[in-house]
């Protein structure tokens, strides 16, 4: 895995997309606004807590994800997990992995075991991928829908193997529509982004920040507790790919994700102009 840059690589997108998985194309509509919404969420008015995560290798078994040369995106998620997992352990968090080997695991399976370990967060990790290999940069997702075409295609390209059919439509657009974490999930993302950008940034100081952007991630759909699904570098850039097949770039990325659980569990335990504290 400690490879240097890869030379003359083939690249090659799974999207094996029947039609019945294109419930993931939940364009045009839009989300509740909810204008009298409360300042702070729920999550934060009951005082709860961060002690536990799952962490989501993406893909795995007979679903590699995006491959280049060498390298499968499943196997290089396993190990950003592995190591974000050692990390947490460190701190005193409770961390699941949604898969420990190469193995396939479904879509709707990876929120059912982050719902049965009671988890207070989830988050689901992959390298990205685009036809365009000059396409590059970092970005995070947390549930809801989008009207972004190119968010629209990653969606399809990730939800390509739920079982989930075209009668369950409506269901899930009704999760998404009143799904209500989706407040704290945005406030995740947001650090998930930012410290991603600005740890690998001494190892990659040109990488691209693209952004926290919502999309119907079939994964994030079914989880009952704050949860974000990071892409964490592009395996069909050439240059990025090459960082990915080293271990220091991955373990600064389980770093940074590291850094931005911490976070976010801090932002639930300070307030500001906070008087009251339910322990």
């Known amino acids: 895995m400690d490879s240097g840059l890869l030379s003359a690589p083939v690249v090659e997108i799974v999207d094996n997309v029947t039609p019945e998985d ?54 290089l998620v396993l ?23 190469d193995v396939y695991v479904s879509l709707g399976e990876r929120a059912q075991i982050a719902n ?25 997702y947390y549930l809801g829908f989008t009207d972004d075409p190119v968010v629209q295609t990653l969606a399809v390209r ?3 193997t739920t079982s989930d059919g ?17 407040a704290e999930s945005e406030v995740f993302a947001g650090l998930v982004q930012r410290h991603l950008i600005s740890g690998v940034g001494g190892i990659y100081p040109t990488v691209q920040d693209l952004g926290v952007k919502r999309a119907p991630f079939m994964v994030l759909i079914g989880a009952e507790m704050p949860s974000v699904l990071t892409e964490v570098s592009f395996l069909t850039n050439e240059k990025e ?17 590291s850094t931005s659980i911490m976070d976010y569990r801090e932002t639930l335990r300070t307030h500001p102009n906070s008087t009251v504290e339910n322990d």
């Open 22 to 75: 294109r419930v993931g194309m939940l364009s045009g509509a839009v989300p509740p606004t909810g204008l009298d919404a409360p300042t702070h969420s729920l999550a934060r008015q009951l005082g709860l807590k961060v002690s536990s995560v799952v962490i989501d290798p993406g893909h795995g078994g007979h679903d590699p994800g995006a491959q280049k040369g060498g390298l499968n995106e499943s196997d």
């Open 79 to 101: 190990d950003v997990a592995f190591r974000l997992e050692r990390i947490l352990s460190a701190e005193g968090v409770s961390v699941q992995l949604t898969r420990r080997e």
């Open 116 to 140: 049965q370990a009671d988890a207070d967060l989830l988050l689901s990790i992959h390298a990205n991928a685009a036809l365009d290999p000059n396409v590059r940069g970092i970005e995070t």
């Open 158 to 160: 990730e939800n390509a």
């Open 166 to 182: 075209m009668h369950d439509l409506d269901a899930l657009v009704q999760s998404i529509a009143m799904h209500d974490k989706v």
């Open 241 to 257: 790919a090459g960082f990915l097949a080293t271990g220091a770039y991955r373990e600064q990325i389980a770093s940074a994700l």
